[in-house]
């Protein structure tokens, strides 16, 4: 069973610019997670997506958003990025309320 | 606001050894707790969980231990092994809120040969 895809797995932007990440999530699962991980912050839930439906959110401002489509896969978006996102950014995919199974994360590097 | 702490962020054991990593919880509404392992350039790795209605529950060399009334969360990795240098999340997640999980600082655990 193929586990949690993220792409892409490194990329680079300047501030300024606007970013796009993708995952899909196992086969299966319907609840797909967002967190942002720095050295600073650590782990942070960005915001999880349940049938298309945003089911919860976390603290980030609106630059941060995403959507979730019907085959399940996932993407987020981060606008008018700023020097703080450059971040390793994860995906874990569950089902309904079990074990989060996460991605190998995009790296992002805002410069 | 409320928050899952770890007592220490580095561990060193010897290969053998027996490890302790510990974390500290603040919201007594948790009532989901797991343990993640992260490599260097992986995503978080799950290894074991437990709910708040149980205060011990054991898998493959690891043991993960919950002290409901000092909000108290530790995992025991036995005869630790060079692989199992890595860092260590512990996280907590409220009834009925799904894919959010609050996690704490994290520990690296070191293994020396």
Redesign the interface.
């Known amino acids: 069973k193929a586990g949690v895809t993220q792409t892409p797995r490194y990329l680079i932007k300047t501030r300024g610019q606007q970013v796009t990440l993708s995952c899909s999530p196992i086969s299966g699962h319907r609840s797909v997670s967002w967190y942002q991980q720095t050295p600073g912050q650590g782990l942070q839930f960005l915001f999880e997506y349940f049938s298309e439906t945003q089911r919860n959110k976390g603290n980030f401002p609106g630059r941060f958003s995403g959507r979730q489509f019907s085959n399940s896969r996932s993407e987020m978006n981060v606008s008018t990025l700023e020097l703080g996102d450059s971040a390793l950014y994860l995906c874990a995919s569950s089902l309904a309320a079990g074990e989060l199974f996460f991605g190998e994360g995009s790296r992002l590097t805002v410069l | 606001g409320e928050s899952v702490g770890l007592h220490l962020p580095t561990l060193s054991v010897q290969e053998g050894d027996n490890s302790i990593i510990n974390c500290a919880y603040s919201n007594s509404a948790s009532d989901y707790f ?1 343990w ?1 392992k992260q490599e260097s ?6 290894i074991i ?1 437990i709910r708040s209605n149980m205060d011990k529950r054991q898998g493959q060399r690891v043991t993960v231990l919950l002290n409901k009334t000092v909000k108290h969360l530790s995992l025991q990795i036995a005869a630790t092994q060079p692989g199992d240098s890595a860092v260590y ?1 512990c ?1 907590e997640r409220e009834d ?11 520990t690296e655990l070191s293994v020396k040969p």
């Open positions: 797991i993640y350039g992986k995503g978080p790795q799950f969980d999340f996280a009925n809120q799904g894919g959010k999980l609050i996690f704490g600082q994290g």
